[in-house]
């Protein structure tokens, strides 16, 4: 068995990635997917702070590793020189998730930041490792992006960049819905799809990330379109 790779990238930081990430993978298990998230690298933890892996297994209950944790809250290549460690170049992180995808039908990858931040000391990006694995596995690419001004620029780049490496996204996701959208909100939700050309897979809530397990299972089905 060879399962499929669904890498998450943000348009930038904070637009609600992790609870993406949560969401998806939830839906592939209850869809009756064997599922693991896999965070490649976590930088702004020390000691034993959760991450980002922590929180989707919290919200989720599925299974998830963390490859490389870093303590400062940089791109993981800066955090790496700062401390002068050694982190894995993104071709290991491609090994390793090659491997669970033997095991596993679903494999979701949960990037840093945003599409091009250097995952290693090398210049390999989430962009990299998408583009590598997709030589061997059949990788899917959901885009998570803010509902605010300057969400349509962002999400183009985006976009741009995966298309210029003949990885088409399988979807949007918006990260973080406000309860009272203003102009600009209600606009990018129709906007969002006709300018990049991917459509809308789920609108999440804002402070969805903050509700218990069982509330996030009963909420979530309702926010994918």
Same mark, same amino acid.
């Given at each position: ?18 609870? %993406? ?7 592939? $298990? ?15 933890? +020390? @000691? ?14 599925? +299974? ?14 800066? +955090?790496?020189?700062?401390? @002068? ?8 992180? %491609? ?34 490792? +998408? ?32 298309? %210029? ?18 102009? $600009? ?41």
């Amino acid at each position: 068995m060879t399962g499929r790779v669904v890498v998450v990238t943000g348009t930038s930081t904070g637009v609600g990635k992790t609870v %993406a990430t949560a969401a998806l993978a939830l839906r592939e $298990a209850e869809a009756g997917r064997s599922v693991i998230v896999v965070k490649p690298v976590q930088t702004g933890i +020390a @000691g034993t702070e959760p991450g980002d892996a922590d929180e989707v297994h919290r919200l989720s209950g599925c +299974a998830v590793q963390e490859f490389t944790a870093l303590d400062d809250p940089l791109a993981p290549d800066t +955090a790496a020189r700062l401390r @002068g460690v050694r982190i894995p170049p993104v071709a290991e992180y %491609a090994d390793r998730i090659r491997v669970l995808a033997e095991f596993h039908d679903t494999v979701i990858v949960e990037g840093a930041g945003g599409l091009l931040v250097r995952l290693d000391t090398e210049g390999g990006t989430l962009l990299d490792l +998408a583009e590598t694995l997709a030589v061997s596995v059949p990788v899917e690419v959901v885009v998570v992006a803010a509902a605010g001004l300057g969400t349509l620029n962002h999400a183009e780049l985006t976009v741009g960049a995966l298309r %210029a490496r003949g990885l088409e996204p399988v979807g949007l996701v918006i990260g973080a819905w406000p309860d009272d959208p203003d102009l $600009a909100e209600r606009c990018n939700a129709d906007d969002l799809p006709l300018v990049t050309g991917v459509r809308v897979l789920a609108t999440i809530p804002a402070g969805a990330g903050a509700h218990a397990r069982d509330a996030f299972r009963a909420s979530a089905p309702a926010w994918f379109s």
